[in-house]
């Protein structure tokens, strides 16, 4: 259907770098230099990792609690927890999710998951930049005529402003009225954010720290669930803040729009 990127432990993965940074165990020495570079310039970057992977557990809980029992995870990286599959059981044993990716290693485990571990899983390999492919695979594992949760988390910020909102948008036209879509990305200010940035993009794949306003265009005219584009530590937490946030250099900008 669609390139599936070649296994290479000599060239670092954005989805291992991601594991680690999480605390996973599938992770490369390769992959633990760039995210050694990253944290050295921007140690604020495990934390807002590990916030951005908090906010899909609960915006994709949210979601299953609204009444939506199809997901769709595009560029989902490593199962680590907590992931979109395990989060969507904890709210709905009867939902079906759907796992993409185009890194070898990243899909050994989706498919281990799929064939032994949870039988509403569907694992597909391919270029989420390849729409109409991915579509078609997508549309044969779930009922794109009725609604769905579709997430793009930390993804992104891998594509320019223009490409990224065109993306969203062309996936978003698939989707059925009273859909839901998840979105995030990393995003600072600064000089350590720019270099942190560049650390990322050290990893082979650029990364660009979208504006604000960038992040929220990516939405297009889609209706902001409330409390609409703010930090993951801020969408719907577990437990209120104290207080405002301190200032600091990095954070996870997210948001949850409705379609229809």
């Known amino acids: ?9 000599t060239t670092p993965s ?14 490369f020495a390769v ?10 310039v921007a140690p604020i970057s495990a934390d807002v990792m590990r916030e951005n992977r908090q906010f899909l557990a609960r915006a994709v809980q949210w979601a299953a609690r609204q ?16 992931n979109t599959h395990d989060s969507v059981r904890q709210a709905s044993q009867d939902a079906r999710v759907v796992l993409i990716d185009n890194n070898a290693v ?35 594992a779930i009922d794109l005529t009725r609604p769905a949760c579709l ?27 009273g859909s839901y879509v998840v979105l995030s990305v990393g995003r600072g200010d600064g000089d350590t954010a720019d270099r942190g ?40 937490p577990d437990a209120a803040p104290d207080g405002p946030l301190p200032p600091r250099t990095g954070q996870s900008l997210v948001g949850v729009a409705r379609v229809g």
């Open 106 to 140: 990243v899909l050994a485990h989706l498919r281990a998951l799929a064939a032994h571990g949870d039988p509403g899983v569907t694992a597909i390999e391919g270029d989420i930049r390849e729409v109409p492919a991915i579509l078609g695979a997508v549309g044969a």
């Open 197 to 236: 940035f560049g650390a990322y993009s050290s990893g082979g794949t650029a990364a660009y720290n979208h504006s604000v306003a960038d992040f929220t265009g990516f939405f297009g005219p889609l209706a902001l669930v409330e409390p609409g584009i703010v930090d993951a530590r801020l969408w719907h």
């Open 151 to 177: 997430v793009m988390g930390a993804l992104l910020h891998f594509f320019p402003p223009d490409a990224a909102r065109d993306l969203v948008a062309a996936y978003v036209a698939a989707l059925a009225p």
């Open 14 to 27: 954005i989805a291992r770098v991601y594991d680690f940074l999480l605390g996973g165990k599938d992770h």
């Open 67 to 82: 009444g939506i029992t199809q997901f769709v995870d595009l560029g989902c990286g490593m199962p680590t927890a907590p």
């Open 1 to 9: 259907m669609c390139l599936v990127a070649d296994f290479d432990p």
């Open 31 to 40: 992959d633990r230099e760039v995210a050694g570079r990253l944290l050295a």
